[in-house]
């Protein structure tokens, strides 16, 4: 069974570029979430996705960025226009029902860099 | 609003030592709580997880507890290795989302 899986694994973008991360959960698993790690600091929650559905977008930024899990095919983190303070880890876990009682999987992380 | 913090920043220890890693958290309505490795430029590895019914979890070398009455958890690592040196994170949910503590830093020497 493979893992949470995450593409690119590294991302250089100029800025006001648009930057499209992949993440395809584990086999079964149909809740992802994406986390961001800026340099130096923790890992904060962005958004959760089930099928078709945002579940919760609290964490995202009010611009340029957008996430979807359509029915077919992994979730897409889509940031517009970026700008260097994008420059981060940005990572993706999924969990098979609700990771209120569930473990968060995670994936290896994107990185992307903006210059 | 959860929030989790970890004590102590970094931490620096001979090999073959005994240590503890500690987790607080503040609502300690919780379901469960998991403990994360990352290496440096790498992702996240769980650890353990303990569901609230727990009070502890082992796997290897590896303890954790979960208080949940105190709102704490603690990572234990017995005879410490140079491999185990790495970021170690604590997550404990808010809804359906995890809540970090910033980590502690491990190095131990050889």
């Known amino acids: 069974n493979a893992g949470v899986m995450q593409n690119p694994r590294h991302l250089v973008r100029r800025r006001g570029q648009e930057a499209r991360l992949r993440c395809s959960p584990m086999?079964?698993?149909?809740?992802v979430y994406w986390y961001r790690q800026l340099p130096e600091e923790g890992l904060k929650f962005m958004v959760y996705l089930q099928k078709e559905n945002i579940i919760d977008e609290s964490g995202m930024p009010k611009e340029r960025f957008s996430a979807e899990f359509p029915k077919e095919g992994p979730s897409i983190l889509r940031i517009q226009q970026v700008v260097r303070g994008d420059s981060a880890a940005y990572f993706c876990a999924s969990s098979p029902e609700t990771a209120a009682v569930y473990e968060q999987y995670f994936g290896p992380g994107t990185r992307l860099t903006v210059t | 609003k959860q929030e989790v913090t970890q004590i102590p920043a970094a931490l620096s220890v001979p090999e073959g030592e005994n240590l503890v890693l500690n987790c607080s958290f503040t609502d300690s309505a919780i379901y469960n709580l998991q403990w994360f490795r990352q290496d440096p430029g790498k992702g996240l590895t769980s650890l353990l997880l303990i569901q609230s019914s727990q009070r502890e979890q082992t796997s290897g070398r590896l303890n954790a507890s979960l208080d949940k009455s105190s709102g704490r958890s603690t990572l234990y690592i017995a005879a410490s290795q140079p491999g185990d040196s790495a970021t170690y994170l604590c997550a404990a949910p808010n809804g359906n989302k995890l809540v970090f503590g910033a980590g502690t830093i491990l190095r131990v020497k050889s």
């Open positions: 086999k079964g698993h149909s809740h």
